[in-house]
């Protein structure tokens, strides 16, 4: 885990630098697009560069991210690593500069997902026309709901798509020979078809050899969350697997169900029959802390998508490095060995991490998800700029 060493004064004149910079660029923008300053009115040039200069740009360029992105500085302050950043103690926001997050807001606002950074932005009914985060007095009196739920902080925003597909390349490069790796957008319904259809194949093909089937995906219309499950199949037996083993995050302890367990159960019965239910296993991790009516936003707890990530990366280990566990040993026995591959919420002996350890380590993960985007995306217009050169 990263010792997080910047404090309030470096993370200010990092900023200050940045703003310096950015005012540079949108000066030399505004004097060669004069005649696309749609905002400036009668404001002088600095109260313009100040307030709707960046807005400006982003309404007449294409890809403005990009466009940002092309120049060194802005993009290293962008790209920085977890170890330059400031985050409060209390809220876990990081400390942004003032055009730094209206870059983010505006990005999500105006431009396409492919540049929306994850978590860096809040809704768009949540900024100001300028790409400020609207202060929360300022909401309808009657938006209760708005006021209070997910997305006021960095650590409460929900993941977008580019964050699964992040962990999706990185748990499914481990699949190979009998391994699969499912993870996926849908549900699980879903990826238990596609369970059945390659046994179907495996199966007239006389294959002899088991199948072992890591799936992720959200686990029902009815019950979104994130999960994770093991299906071992034989070839033999194309259309009943010989054991099913079922991952959720939510902070309980076994052999208690989570809550969404008769959710899961009829996913599970649906493709395989009722007598499913008689081989089905629990391997839950206690990670995922409910939400409580009252809480503060910033304690609310969106990470399931890298607390699926992180169990289905440690059964997919698991299968490769001890397969005769996963095949005979206990769900106790297995539940333990997935500890010693889930470094970022467990200690080497397997005790869990206390609440601030999973939020550090939930926290680190939030910002290299948008710094792996940022620097895609820097890789991208260097690759561009080498063919035209």
């Not at 290293?76 to 500069?97: I, K, Q, Y």
């Not at 606002?109 to 026309?129: A, G, N």
């Not at 199966?203 to 199948?211: K, P, V």
Request: net charge negative.
């Amino acid at each position: 885990m990263e010792q997080n060493t910047c404090t309030p004064e470096m993370a200010e004149a990092a900023n200050g630098r940045f703003e310096r910079k950015i005012y540079k660029f949108l000066r030399k923008w505004v004097r060669s697009h004069e005649h696309k300053t749609l905002l400036k009115f009668d404001q002088p040039l600095n109260d313009y560069l100040a307030n709707d200069a960046l807005r400006d740009f982003f309404l007449n360029s294409e890809h403005p991210i990009q466009k940002l992105l092309k120049h060194r500085f802005i993009a290293r302050h962008l790209g920085r690593p977890v170890n330059a950043v400031h985050f409060d103690l209390v809220t876990g926001d990081p400390l942004l500069a003032l055009t730094e997050q209206r870059i983010y807001n505006l990005a999500r606002r105006m431009d396409s997902e492919q540049t929306h950074i994850p978590f860096r932005s809040v809704h768009p009914v949540k900024q100001t026309e300028t790409g400020d985060i609207a202060d929360i007095s300022t909401y309808p009196a009657e938006s209760l709901e708005m006021r209070y739920n997910s997305g006021n902080h960095f650590s409460s925003r929900p993941a977008n798509d580019n964050v699964f597909d992040e962990s999706s390349k990185q748990c499914m490069a481990k699949a190979g020979g009998n391994l699969h790796v499912f993870f996926k957008r849908g549900f699980m319904e879903d990826r238990l078809q596609e369970i059945k259809a390659v046994m179907a194949l495996m199966h007239e093909a006389c294959e002899h050899q088991l199948q072992f089937f890591v799936i992720c995906s959200r686990h029902s219309v009815k019950e979104g969350h994130y999960g994770v499950s093991l299906v071992i199949m034989d070839p033999a037996n194309p259309d009943f697997p010989m054991r099913i083993m079922v991952c959720d995050t939510l902070l309980k302890e076994l052999p208690h169900h989570p809550r969404w367990w008769n959710h899961f159960v009829e996913e599970f019965t649906c493709v395989f029959g009722n007598a499913v239910t008689e081989i089905l296993e629990d391997l839950s991790h206690p990670l995922q802390k409910v939400n409580i009516k009252g809480d503060n936003p910033y304690r609310h707890d969106w990470d399931c998508p890298y607390y699926a990530a992180s169990m289905a990366n440690s059964i997919a280990d698991l299968v490769k490095d001890d397969a005769d566990l996963v095949l005979t040993g206990s769900a106790q026995d297995i539940h333990n060995a997935m500890k010693d591959r889930m470094p970022d919420y467990y200690h080497p002996f397997g005790e869990i991490k206390d609440r601030q350890g999973i939020r550090a380590a939930n926290r680190l993960k939030r910002w290299t998800s948008g710094r792996n985007l940022i620097n895609d995306l820097v890789a991208e217009i260097n690759r561009k700029s080498s063919y035209e050169l």
